[in-house]
Nanobody
Framework: HVQLVESGGVLVQAGGSLRLSCAAS????????MGWFRQAPGKDLEFVAA????????YYADSVKGRFTISRDNAKNTVYLQLNSLKPEDTAVYYC????????????????????WGQGTQVTVSS
């Protein structure tokens, strides 16, 4: 059974930080690349970040580069997203997703490249 469960979403003030976690069943996690997407109210799903299976390669959307960090702990079947210097425009439901292979591209990745998704966790940034 493939399952992804996000946690860590909260209400935070602008400029603050938080860390999202995505716990996966072993079957869901190994050996796949993982990613984070977000969806703000009334907007399309947006790619945020991705990491390859070994953790040696990452890619970020321009809107979060330098502020967010994706990482993974393969021993714990968990992927993380550290969010720093948060802005009100970061408010969204954040989803983790499993990519359909162990590699990532050096460019924006599309939702159709990810085959399993979590239920999402709400991040709200107040101004």
């Amino acid at each position: 059974h493939v399952q992804l469960v996000e946690s860590g979403g909260v209400l935070v003030q602008a400029g603050g930080s938080l860390r999202l976690s995505c716990a996966a069943s072993e079957r869901a996690f190994s050996p796949y690349a993982m990613g984070w997407f977000r969806q703000a109210p009334g907007k399309d799903l947006e790619f945020v970040a991705a990491i390859n299976w070994t953790g040696s390669s990452t890619y970020y959307a321009d809107s979060v580069k330098g502020r967010f960090t994706i990482s993974r702990d393969n021993a714990k079947n968990t992927v993380y997203l550290q969010l720093n210097s948060l802005k009100p425009e970061d408010t969204a439901v954040y989803y983790c997703a499993r990519k359909n292979n162990l590699r990532i591209a050096t460019g924006i990745m599309r939702p159709h490249e990810f085959d399993y998704w979590g239920q999402g966790t709400q991040v709200t940034v107040s101004s």
